[in-house]
């Protein structure tokens, strides 16, 4: 009886090790199918592995199907373009050698490259329920966590628990917003490893930064639909350090009074410096832009770094100058009473950049505008 029980013991442990073999070997074939350097393979774990599998399945779904907005599909149908055994052929455009096409792939790489150099943040495609499914390579660069770290992982994972409404909400797409491709512009606050040495540390230890997000929805309409969200994400405060004539800068209190503004927004706007302090910003503001100077207020009172959508700002004697604002709150040496470790804010700093000349300057919206003789 006990010779067959240990018969039956060493049989199944035959058969787990053999179980475990095959599937190691699974893994490293699976593995070997990746489209990343040896080096970096050779230190993927199961879970891993399958993870960057399901992204990278996920991607080329995107990337060989019709992935574009709905408007722009429906154009393509007009133009008279079919699908036929997974190639696509143009009626309109007329066919494609393959070397040229192989030359523009070259071009359209070297062009992604010097985008993502010139843009200061990195890509993000994100699904519909918050998964990473691309990230580009240079995200190591922003938050010390490289593309393999983070693809296949949901957003929620990474960023404030404050802000996983928001996302929600802009993660959230409707017929008409995948019809129209509409547009994202929001602020997240996500984990970073890096330290203020530009040093990779323990995701325990990482600190929370600020990103501005900016993109559209677009839409796999073929084989199968698929949505998602193309985004490029900048981290803030941007640098400011090649600020042009047509900018300039500002101080103002939590409510967004001024406190303070340098020579050239009198340059820009007209209005004296004695005209502006003590002024809400508010009241320089486009009646039809509150809601957007509302937004960005939040966004700094609630994550301390914003960038507004562009508004626009009255000028003295008559019409508008359209402009972007990036803010953020300046904390005080003292801290806060109500908040133990925390600081109590002093005051906001804002970087104005004009983005227009001065439009319809004849139209007065207000009185401020007024020039008394």
Known sequence: ?????????????????????????????????????????????????????LSYIRMHTLLTGDTRTRAEASHKVKCGRVMNGGEERGECDG?????????????????????????????????????????????????GLTQNELMGHNIFEFTHPCDHEEIRNNLRLTAEDVCCGAKRDFVMRIKSALTHRGRSANLKSATWKVLHCQGRAKVCVAPSSVSCLLLTCQPLPLSHTLLSANTFTSQHSMDMRITFCDQRMNLLLGFSTEELLGRSIYDLCHTLDINNLTKNHLNLCIKSQSVSAQYRMLVRGGGYVWVETHSAVIPSVRPSKSRPGAHQPLCILCVTYVLSGVEEPCLQLSVDQIVHT
């Open 1 to 53: 009886m006990t010779a067959d029980k240990e018969k039956r013991r060493a049989i199944s442990r035959d058969a787990a090790r053999r179980r475990r073999r095959v599937e190691s070997e699974v893994f490293e074939d699976l593995s070997r199918l990746l489209p990343l350097q040896p080096s970096v393979r050779a230190h993927l774990d199961k879970p891993s592995v399958i993870r960057l599998t």
């Open 95 to 143: 066919g494609r050698e393959e070397g040229e096409k192989g030359t523009e792939e070259v071009e359209a790489s070297e062009e992604t490259n010097l985008y993502l150099r010139i843009l200061e943040g990195f890509l993000i495609v994100l699904s519909t329920e918050g998964d990473m499914i691309y990230l580009s390579d240079n995200v190591s660069k922003y938050m």
